[in-house]
């Protein structure tokens, strides 16, 4: 089962039609990353894609993602390094300039994930993916 968040309905909308005939394989919910609107460890992989740049707290989304995973699951994130164009964040409204990969590293152990590894992606390694998982029981 695969659910999709996000806090625009307008979002979720283009989502579902860029889907098509697969959209009702997919449960797009109408949420926030810092309040998921899925139960306490009900999911046992979550997948943070290139979001956490535009939230004033990301750990508070780490940490919402955690009280979702089961134990044992696995948290991965996909976002920006950190960089200095300041048009993302008059284009996109961005509050983050990408960020540390160790950074982002310390702030998943901060709120309870263990394991973590960093991988650095791009023809310009402009990006990075970071996988950590929820201890065991």
């Given amino acids: 089962q695969t659910i999709g968040v996000d806090y625009s309905q307008a979002m979720l909308d283009e989502a579902r039609q860029t889907l098509g005939s697969r959209a009702s394989q997919v449960d797009l919910r109408l949420g926030y990353l810092e309040h998921l609107p899925l139960g306490d460890e009900s999911v046992d992989i979550a997948l943070v894609y290139m979001v956490l740049h535009h939230l004033p707290t990301p750990a508070d989304a780490l940490r ?50 263990s394991e973590a590894r960093i991988e650095i992606l791009g023809q310009k390694k402009e990006v990075f993916l970071l996988t950590t998982r929820k201890r065991e029981g």
């Fill in 64 to 113: 919402d993602a955690l009280r979702v995973l089961n134990p044992g699951g696995q948290l991965l994130i996909v976002d920006l390094m950190r960089h200095e164009n300041e048009y993302m964040r008059e284009r996109f409204a961005d509050h983050w300039l990408g960020f540390d990969p160790e950074e982002m590293k310390r702030w998943a152990f901060g709120v309870g994930f």
